[in-house]
């Protein structure tokens, strides 16, 4: 055989250690392999979470509305529901809650949007827990002549929503809402109200494993009527099986014509000009419930002679010269302030007692000794520019300077 005179021969070694790189260069790269099996499971993935994630506002609006038909009273209905969860939250639109039976024109309960999430804060204290926000919500509470057209009461509504969450909730937050109070069943509809409505109850589920009784906070500010400051602090227990809590409230300066029509339909009389503060504050230990109310009207007026000779009937018109000038009779002059503190106890069944005494003299306290200011009674720590402190009321008369 001829060989080329270019061609060499190699040893044996060198040919087999070029087949070794021959054999690795057509073989793969371990990373790439690694990577094409790694993709296709990352595909699988992502597919399985995006149809989880077009399937499951459809689950939890099936489970949202199941949820809200439990009770037989009260039935439920609800809009969009809106998952996010880079933050661990699901929002629900358009809620709506009405009682079943009877004709009541209104709903219990209604917001334009309800917003759940977990409060991610509290994981630093090893526990989950949630916050619940409510957009524009309207609370409703209608007296009728009979209870199955009547919305008095806590009702279901607050289990209802807690119930839409996993998690026990541990904030809650309310912007831009409003409470009703309403009467249809009258000559005059009354609808007194409370409008933008600004509320925070902190700290229902204890994180921080305080040792003090009343460990959650409750802040509210809102207007009534679209008019006057109105203002409530609240602490309470929300592990007692009986009430446990204390409240202190202040409304100023509202125009007593805007609830004339409540006036009319449980007092038979109206005003014809004045403002109004109110006081409230209690306290209740294990459904024991003492407090008082303290009603302040300036600048006071009851009675037109020519007014309500036109439009009373001859019983309101005596009515309302009587009371006119009951007031007028007992007011203090220097303030033109009709006004007393009415003390009273309650328990958990709802009987309540008011010391009619004790409001008698404290009417004429106010008239001929010293007028009463829209402030707590006691002095205390202040809070949100309220004193708030316990309420005493053991004394028929209250302390000077109050």
Do not use: C
Not at 163 to 184: C, E, K, M, T, Y
Not at 235 to 248: M, Q
Not at 314 to 338: E, I, M, S, Y
């Amino acid at each position: 055989m001829r060989h080329n005179k270019d061609s060499k021969i190699l040893p044996e070694g060198a040919a087999k250690e070029g087949a070794n790189k021959q054999e690795r260069h057509s073989q793969p790269h371990p990373r790439v392999h690694r990577w094409r099996k790694i993709i296709p499971t990352l595909l699988v993935l992502v597919v399985i979470l995006a149809l989880a994630r077009a399937l499951m506002p459809w689950a939890v609006r099936d489970y949202v509305n199941r949820t809200l038909d439990r009770n037989p009273l009260y039935s439920g209905r609800i809009g969009r529901v809106t998952f996010h969860l880079w933050r661990g939250a699901y929002s629900i639109d358009d809620v709506n809650i009405s009682k079943t039976t009877g004709n009541v024109p209104v709903p219990f309960f209604s917001s334009k949007r309800v917003d759940f999430a977990i409060q991610w804060g509290t994981l630093l204290h090893r526990k989950i827990v949630g916050r619940v926000l409510m957009i524009q919500p309207e609370l409703n509470f209608v007296q009728a002549k009979s209870d199955e057209e009547s919305q008095v009461g806590g009702g279901p509504w607050l289990q209802m929503i807690q119930d839409l969450f996993p998690f026990d909730i541990n904030r809650a937050v309310v912007q831009d809402g409003s409470v009703h109070f309403r009467v249809f069943q009258s000559d005059q509809p009354v609808d007194v109200y409370l409008s933008k409505v600004e509320l925070t109850v902190d700290n229902l589920s204890n994180i921080r494993n305080e040792t003090k009784p009343l460990v959650s906070s409750v802040n509210m500010t809102a207007l009534a009527m679209d008019q006057a400051q109105f203002e409530l602090i609240m602490t309470l227990d929300p592990f007692s099986y009986r009430p446990t809590f204390h409240v202190a409230a202040r409304l100023l300066g509202l125009d007593v014509t805007r609830i004339n029509d409540l006036a009319l339909t449980y007092g038979k009389f109206d005003f014809k000009r004045g403002w109004f503060d109110l006081v409230v504050e209690m306290q209740a230990n294990e459904g024991q419930i003492s407090g008082y109310i303290k009603p302040l009207f300036r600048n006071l007026k009851l009675f037109s002679l020519s007014k309500d000779l036109k439009e009373d009937s001859v019983l309101q018109f005596f009515w309302q010269a009587v009371v006119g000038a009951t007031t007028a009779a007992l007011k203090n002059f220097p303030r033109d302030q009709f006004g007393t503190v009415i003390p009273f106890t309650a328990d958990a069944t709802g009987t309540t007692s008011a010391d009619i005494l004790a409001t008698i003299g404290n009417i004429l306290r106010n008239a001929f000794i010293r007028a009463y200011l829209p402030l707590l009674q006691n002095g205390g720590q202040s809070v949100e520019g309220l004193q708030f402190s316990p309420p005493d009321v053991t004394s028929p008369i209250s302390p000077t300077g109050s």
